[in-house]
């Protein structure tokens, strides 16, 4: 409000503004107004006449009834008028109000505060001086004014207002308090469900309501506890309210509670339900980032870059058009991929003129972004096992303008025996897919035990593959990136674990700058210390699907050979420790 | 993967002079190392001779596209360019043609170009010559045959066809599993 301040050194007009224009003087009901009136005309005269015979006439017609509710309206009249003239005086010689006249100015006063009130509770309780309601205030400052001394307290307005404010905020305080104590008692209360109880599901919002109360009781469990109930019964229970709310199968959602904390946990399951954004990935090949989203919001995208630690991502928040259609995707300008898609990349840190390989490939967009930061130089070797996926690496390489690559279909556990001697190897392993829920919510309740082990399984054997293509030699790189989309350790950390055991590797930096340290500790496991410098990255913290990066430096070429019977023995102790897992 | 035979090279040259002209030379000569054209399946691929000695070790069965792919031998014997071609088609091309907004979305669907929806084209393009098509703000959107001249197209009614459509980047989504 008021007057914008000019900075720009234009002259502002002095003199009062629109704003201070004086009050036009107060309008009054035509009633209320004494006629001021002259002779009567003839024609006046004549109609009187007629009105007086005919008034006559009624009266007499219905004398009995109507005489005593005529008189009455009648004095009701006459009060009016009397009033308005008092009014009237009022203004006239404000100094001598007679004692009378105050009473019923009062009572006018408290109306209008009720009035004020009740704007001030519409428009908000605490500050009833709204714009709306001061300036209704400042029309009757002309009435209060006028009767200010004769009023006992000698208050001014505003000081009223605030006594009435502070009662106000009195009341509600204590309202709040009240409230409090509710939720206090409502605590306490919370009690163990019956077997019941438990077999007959209520609403999804009972449920939800238990799950933090079960959550409050374990967070503080020594005060809240019920003391006939061991910790693990909470525990089930738990489990079994947010296996029913989020729809997980019971295995799932084991795992998740080992590796979140409570606190965290239903932070990562509220965000695993809804989607991630959008994103995009400019393709340097072709055009920049700040043309390319020129010419999308000239379609009508709504976008803006990921953030600080990508030069090439865009997030596209709403577009009219379809984002796998405008003629900048055809033309290759840009790819839709995750944001957690770019990471690995990132880590594995391309240089031209390398030999790389990208093992799990399809359906290309780490590989083209390996392309893209490669400069089209080099050779870029894309492999993926699946014959129907593949096609969309070629055509992906196509649009995209990549010219560098060789696309094949090995399995990737016997591409050592092809081609070998790699700078770079990208390893996206195939996984269970417990990061990316939000995308396919078919993971929450298909996967088992089973499954984790045979993504386990072949992913320690494409790691060993992998590491066996990279040539230790080579005077840029000797680097693995290993990554996945799962956020389990079994397929992450415990399979690194794995490989720095079998191989000459060590973990490395990964030179992401943020995400959460890698798990050396996970239960029985004790991991070797350098996973932590593996990257997590989880969609409640990241705003990105459930990734894990991890960079391996290959250092030599050998592959240790330890004696066959030490073997068996570590595998069947990993056996033992699995079967203690799936107890 | 073989080299192509005396035939089939003629034939692969003869359809990229119609959209290159003079320009095939840049493709053949080029500064940074030697490229070839290389047939495999039927499909003819322009890969550089680096690649290629790398991508020997991959098996036959095993390999499904290195380089670029230009474009395929019909059953018929012809050679057939693809929509694949055009990385390396536009920056080289002799005529071109300019699309209006409002007609590059028919153009990405597969349509002809019509004289109403022509922006612009390259002064002195004869009948029946192979040009590239760009969008107004320098897109490659596909490439296609002009029905008239630049001439004839002065004076062409607006609805008449000036260029027919042989390939654009929308079968990038259309036919993506026919690509190669």
């Given amino acids: 409000m008021g007057r914008k301040a000019k900075f720009d050194g234009t002259v502002v007009s002095t003199g009062p503004g629109r704003k201070a224009k004086k009050q036009s003087d107060p309008t009054f009901p035509k009633g209320l107004i004494e006629k001021t009136s002259g002779p009567l005309s003839r024609h006046q005269k004549q109609r009187a006449k007629k009105r007086l015979l005919k008034k006559n006439q009624n009266e007499k017609l219905r004398e009995p009834k109507a005489k005593k509710s005529k008189v009455s309206k009648e004095v009701v009249k006459r009060e009016k008028i009397q009033s308005s003239a008092d009014e009237n005086e009022e203004e006239e010689d404000a100094d001598e109000t007679p004692v009378e006249e105050t009473s019923e100015e009062e009572e006018q006063d408290n109306e209008e505060v009720e009035q004020n009130q009740s704007l001030g509770l519409k428009s908000g309780p605490a500050d009833s001086d709204d714009a709306d309601s001061s300036e209704e205030e400042e029309e009757n400052e002309d009435q209060d004014d006028s009767d200010d001394d004769g009023d006992d307290d000698n208050l001014l307005p505003i000081e009223k207002a605030n006594k009435r404010l502070k009662k106000k905020q009195e009341k509600e305080r204590k309202l709040a308090e009240d409230e409090m104590k509710d939720i206090a008692t409502h605590q306490d209360i919370f009690t163990f469900p019956t077997e019941e109880e438990l077999a007959n599901p209520t609403s999804l919002k009972d449920v939800q309501q238990r799950i933090r109360d079960v959550i409050m009781v374990l967070s503080d469990f020594k005060t809240l506890r019920d003391k006939d109930r061991p910790r693990v019964d909470y525990m089930e229970l738990l489990k079994a309210d947010l296996c029913t709310y989020f729809s997980y199968n019971t295995f799932l959602m084991e795992k998740l509670m080992q590796i979140f904390p409570l606190s965290e946990l239903l932070e990562y399951l509220e965000a695993s339900e809804v989607q991630r954004p959008m994103t995009l990935r400019t393709n340097t090949l072709k055009t920049r980032r700040r043309d390319l989203a020129q010419a999308l919001i000239n379609r009508g995208v709504n976008l803006d870059p990921i953030g600080k630690w990508t030069k090439i991502g865009l997030v596209v928040y709403s577009s009219q058009v379809p984002m796998g259609a405008t003629p900048e995707y055809l033309a290759g300008h840009y790819i839709l991929q995750g944001a957690s898609s770019l990471l690995p990349v990132m880590a594995l840190d391309p240089k031209e003129n390398e030999r790389i390989l990208d093992m799990c490939a399809a359906p290309g967009g780490k590989a083209s972004h390996i392309a893209a930061l490669m400069k089209n130089t080099g050779v870029l070797f894309a492999n993926d096992i699946n014959q129907d996926r593949i096609k969309a690496v070629i055509g992906n390489f196509h649009r995209l303008g990549i010219v560098n690559s060789v696309i094949c279909s090995y399995d990737g556990r016997k591409i050592s025996s092809a081609i070998k001697g790699f700078d770079r190897v990208l390893l996206d392993a195939p996984c269970t897919g417990t990061g990316v829920v939000a995308k396919d919510p078919g993971v929450k309740t298909n996967k088992d035990e089973v499954d984790v082990q045979r993504c386990c399984t072949l992913q320690r054997e494409l790691l060993l593959a992998a590491i066996d293509c990279v040539n230790a030699r080579s005077k840029t790189g000797g680097t693995i990136v290993y990554s996945t989309c799962s956020i389990l350790p079994e397929e992450n950390e415990w399979i690194v674990d794995y490989a720095l055991k079998k191989r000459d590797v060590k973990v490395v930096p990964t030179g992401l700058e943020f995400g959460a340290e890698g798990f050396t500790n996970y239960r029985q496991h004790r991991f070797h210390p350098s996973l932590k410098l593996t990257r997590r990255f989880y969609p409640h913290v990241h705003n990105m699907d459930g990734f894990f990066v991890a960079k391996l430096k290959k250092f030599s070429n050998i592959i240790p050979k330890k004696d066959t019977q030490k073997d068996e023995e570590e595998e069947e102790e990993e056996e033992e420790e699995k079967e203690k897992d799936s107890e | ?180």
């Fill in chain 2, 1 to 180: 993967m073989k080299r192509l035979s005396e035939e089939r090279t003629k034939l692969v040259f003869e359809k990229l002079t119609k959209y290159l002209g003079d320009n095939l030379k840049v493709l053949i000569d080029r500064p940074d190392g030697t490229y070839c054209f290389r047939e495999r399946k039927d499909r003819v691929y322009y890969v550089s001779e680096k690649i290629l000695s790398l991508a020997s070790t991959v098996g036959s069965d095993h390999l499904v596209s290195l380089g670029t792919c230009f474009g395929k031998f019909t059953k018929s014997g012809k050679f057939r360019l693809h929509i694949t071609a055009l990385n390396y088609l536009a920056p080289h091309a002799q005529y071109k043609i300019w699309v209006k907004p409002s007609a590059e979305q028919q153009f990405l669907y597969g349509h002809h170009i019509a004289k109403s929806g022509l922006g612009r084209i390259t002064e002195n393009t004869p009948q029946y010559q192979g040009i590239v098509v760009f969008s107004m703000n320098d897109l490659p959107l596909g490439f296609g045959v002009t029905s008239k001249s630049t001439a004839d197209c002065k004076h062409a009614d607006p609805m008449s066809t000036i260029c027919f459509h042989q390939a654009d980047i929308g079968e990038y989504i259309r036919s993506e599993d026919t690509l190669l």
